[in-house]
């Protein structure tokens, strides 16, 4: 009963972030039928923009989420605005994406969520907005689990994925060992302490088996035939708090992939769950430390850009 009130508060909480904010004239609400269900997103067009093909960008929320949280969390409407790209903010079946673990509304209705989210990629292709060379995708926790299953089974649809809070699960190991899919590039951005996507890997509660996040980085690299060289770097930032510790970020990469592919890892040294700079949305579950003085979605589209 206590899970349940704390589902059905989580859901209530963010259907009151969703309605206090309105469309803008730069986006549009829209939606596609999949399996005789209507699926909604939002797609947020850059100011200034000019009407020829611009990247685009796939911005999927986590559970309980929607296509107007992820806005609010991740303000990647204002990069958009500033670099130029296109982003589109699709809404999970039930705030859950079948992401393939087997316990999300999602999957337990077994919504083809891989068919929607290329739906919505091939139609805004062939409106004529999108360069359909530059399509990226960024998940967050449940999506980003969603975001890998899409790297194994569309990768040909990407330039570029990345998944924040989420690394390769057993499903999703197990789906790209039946399949003979071309490399793309990938990255994951995880908190070393995340108390709910464990950085080790393992099962976490109500979301099936991972793989730990160094393991996945390394299956990446042997499906993209990458060779041993990698790159590193760290990035030292300094907290608002005085009670807080300053905080270190190392970046991993592997350059010399197939298809001139990348491999990369952004290691948050000591944060949680949170997408970084994010305040927290539920302050019930416990998402482990927090900082306001990263920018996730910047790391995010500096992965994208550095493709």
């Not at 309980?64 to 589109?88: A, C, E, P, R, Y």
């Not at 970084?276 to 500096?302: A, C, N, Y």
């Amino acid at each position: 009963m206590k899970i349940l009130c704390l589902i059905l508060f989580s859901g209530l909480i963010f259907s009151c972030m969703s309605l206090n904010r309105k469309l803008l004239p730069n986006e549009k609400f829209d939606l596609i039928n999949i399996q005789n269900h209507e699926r909604t997103y939002i797609v947020h067009y850059p100011k200034n923009w000019n009407g020829s093909p611009a990247p685009l960008l796939v911005a999927l929320h986590g559970r309980f989420g929607s296509g107007l949280t992820m806005i609010k969390q991740t303000k990647l409407d204002l990069l958009s605005d500033s670099k130029g790209f296109i982003v589109v903010f699709p809404d999970g079946y039930r705030r859950s994406w079948a992401d393939g673990r087997g316990n999300t509304p999602a999957d337990e209705n077994q919504i083809n969520d891989v068919t929607f989210i290329e739906s919505i990629v091939k139609r805004l292709i062939s409106e004529g907005s999108v360069n359909s060379k530059e399509v990226f995708l960024v998940g967050h926790s449940n999506g980003g689990f969603m975001a890998q299953r899409l790297a194994v089974e569309k990768p040909d649809l990407w330039k570029g994925v990345l998944s924040v809070a989420a690394q390769i699960s057993v499903f999703t190991l197990k789906r790209k060992s039946l399949l003979k899919t071309n490399p793309v590039s990938i990255g994951i951005m995880a908190g070393t302490d995340d108390p709910l996507v464990p950085y080790s890997g393992g099962y976490v509660r109500d979301g099936g088996e991972i793989l730990s996040v160094d393991d996945s980085i390394l299956r990446w690299k042997e499906w993209n035939s990458c060779t041993d060289s990698i790159t590193k770097k760290t990035q030292n930032y300094k907290e608002d708090k005085e009670e807080l510790s300053d905080l270190k970020i190392d970046f991993f990469r592997y350059e010399s992939c197939a298809n001139n592919t990348k491999v990369g890892l952004i290691q948050l040294n000591g944060l949680g769950h949170s997408w970084p700079g994010e305040t927290p949305m539920i302050p019930f579950i416990d998402q482990g430390k927090t900082t306001k003085v990263l920018d996730g979605s910047q790391l995010v589209w500096d992965f994208m850009e550095s493709l």
